[in-house]
């Protein structure tokens, strides 16, 4: 049994080592020693930051809200449609972001978890007369979350008839998450002179979150939701991402199966964006806001949780209205390193 | 598992330290500024010949022709110090069907972080009465692009033509605003100063970019209304001349700065 518990214990070290290798790695690929002057910057929730993934939200799935550690891959197609110009007939630019994220959880104690993330991506723009593609490494995250569980009160009656009455969970809890995004992804300049300043690898910050999720669950349905605040930072070009107010809920049904249980859910989601500033000065047309529907569906098995969502903007006003969302696609596949 | 919270901590703990904050920054130096005139008609950018746009009452109007004389360029930094251009490299003339001419490059601009640029429409009365040997090459400039009456009538600051209709001129008939002084008894030149949207860092290694939108709609419907009908070729006009001028010093805003 020892033995036993020691390997996931090894397997579990093993898993968050190689995270943290693979952001030390992406960090030395992108000059991490010109990080000199300030850097930081922005950063996203759950999962989404706004370089290359400047509109969506969401969670680590809705399975995955119990105490599971796992590891998984993730992948995010968004697209956008952005003026190539300042004008109203100037031409528009489509824009195709493909993200790759690893991500995992790691339970530190039954009160406390750390969550991490490692983005690769690839982002296209096709103009009416040309193309432009960059990619490599995002802008990691890493989390720490605390939990608190909340129980029905004690049947007074019960206690005294029964020496050891256990607490009974009331299926809500709550979680407080502190983090940081790191500038392991590529910021350049001359894109952010561009109309989608959101066309960029990373935002060059070091950025920090602060995150704030709520679940319940019943028999049959449940609801989670979270709320996120992204403190940006300057980078080292002056350039400081606007702060971002992310927030979604999602209201799930249970269906249970003997092997397993499937999970299709709807939700709301948006996103609140502050200006851009340069030099200190806000950059006009950088703010914006944006609401998303989502639905989608997520199996779980006792080894894997693989999931899918679609989501589709409600209302939006971003960049001055010069960038349109337009829909984005998720699909994950997660191991459960509990077993 | 106590590895694991060390290895985070040491993690996090590392990224904070690796970025300290920087001295303040010494300018100094000469630097460039590149000023961009892009002409719209209200928010669509501006197309010749093809499109045509509203105008008053029932004017439609198609464009064929704008150019103007912009001259006097100066700059005011934060510290509100005034950099003036040299003068005389201070005139250029900016045309809609000549796209070069619409990018202006400023050298040897003390490095700083201006606010403010200054710029005049037209050809001021002291250069003018420096005689055409005073004028250099502009004066060959000028007359090649067609912005000037003669020597004794002067420069055109502002040319505007096209074809307009209307409900009492159906068939398309020209129009043409030409704005200048008139030698030297009608003085419209005027300036104009606007305020940068963010500032413009000029630096050594760095050169900002002015981009500047002027709204051809102004033109007719500005300051004063001009309807067409009533007169659709104004070149010489003591009276509607200013008026043109003003409307011209109207439509000039700063849409951003790229640094």
């Not at chain 1, 969401?58 to 993730?74: I, M």
Request: net charge negative.
């Amino acid at each position: 049994m020892m033995n036993v518990l020691q390997n996931i214990k090894i397997k579990k070290s093993i898993v968050f080592l190689g995270f943290v290798l693979l952001t030390f790695q992406s960090f030395a690929n992108h000059n991490f020693k010109n990080c000199s002057n300030h850097e930081p910057d922005s950063f996203e929730f759950f999962f989404c930051d706004l370089c290359g993934c400047s509109t969506s939200s969401g969670s680590f799935g809705l399975g995955t809200l119990n105490n599971a550690s796992f590891v998984g891959v993730r992948y995010i197609y968004q697209t956008f449609e952005s003026k190539d110009g300042i004008f109203s007939n100037s031409p528009t630019s489509t824009e195709n972001f493909h993200t790759y994220q690893l991500w995992g959880r790691l339970p530190i104690n039954e009160k406390l978890y750390v969550s991490a993330i490692l983005p690769y991506q690839d982002l296209k723009r096709t103009y009416t007369d040309r193309e432009e593609n960059i990619n490599g490494f995002g802008d990691a995250t890493i989390m720490s979350w605390y939990k608190f569980k909340f129980y029905k009160k004690l049947d007074e009656e019960k206690a005294k008839l029964y020496t050891n009455v256990q607490k009974e969970p009331s299926g809500h809890s709550l979680e407080i998450g502190l983090g940081a995004k790191l500038p392991t992804g590529k910021f350049e300049q001359i894109l952010a002179d561009r109309v989608n300043p959101g066309f960029q690898l990373g935002t060059g910050s070091l950025d920090g979150i602060l995150g704030l999720a709520h679940s319940y669950g019943a028999d049959k349905f449940g609801v989670n939701t979270s709320l996120t605040y992204y403190f940006k930072n300057e980078n080292k070009n002056e350039y400081k991402f606007g702060n971002q107010f992310s927030y979604a809920s999602n209201f799930f049904y249970a269906i249970s199966k003997e092997k397993y249980m499937l999970l299709p859910f709807v939700g709301l989601s948006g996103n609140i964006y502050d200006k851009i500033e340069q030099y200190q000065e806000e950059i006009p047309k950088t703010d914006g806001n944006v609401v998303n529907g989502t639905f989608g569906a997520e199996i779980t098995t006792k080894d894997f949780i693989i999931g899918a969502n679609y989501t589709l903007p409600i209302s939006h006003n971003l960049f001055g209205g010069n960038v349109t969302p337009k829909q984005s696609l998720s699909i994950y596949l997660n191991f459960n390193l509990n077993n | 598992m106590k590895i694991t919270k060390y290895l985070i901590a040491s993690f996090i703990a590392l990224s904070i330290t690796a970025c300290s904050s920087e001295d303040e920054e010494i300018i100094t130096g000469e630097g460039k500024v590149t000023l961009e005139f892009d002409n719209s008609y209200l928010t669509s950018d501006l197309l010749l010949s093809t499109a045509s746009y509203s105008a008053n009452e029932s004017e439609e109007i198609k464009i064929s022709d704008v150019k103007y004389i912009v001259s006097n360029i100066r700059l005011e930094n934060e510290e509100g110090e005034i950099f003036t251009y040299p003068k005389e490299d201070s005139y250029f003339i900016v045309s809609e069907t000549d796209t070069d001419s619409q990018f202006i490059s400023l050298s040897n601009i003390p490095a700083a972080d201006y606010t403010k640029i200054t710029f005049g429409i037209g050809v001021d009365q002291e250069k003018y009465l420096e005689g055409a040997t005073g004028q250099g090459d502009f004066l060959t400039l000028a007359q090649d692009a067609g912005m000037m009456w003669s020597w004794q009538a002067g420069y055109k600051f502002f040319v505007f033509e096209g074809l307009y209709t209307s409900d009492v001129t159906t068939t398309e008939t020209a129009f043409a605003f030409h704005m200048g002084s008139h030698g030297s008894s009608v003085d419209n030149y005027k300036e104009v100063t606007l305020s940068l949207t963010n500032s413009a860092r000029v630096r050594t290694t760095s050169t900002p970019e002015i981009h500047v939108v002027a709204d051809l709609a102004n033109i007719l419907s500005g300051t004063t209304t001009f309807l067409l009908d009533d007169a659709a070729q104004i070149h010489v006009d003591a009276v509607k001349s200013p008026q043109i001028a003003t409307n011209v010093n109207g439509m000039f805003v700063v849409d951003h700065v790229h640094n």
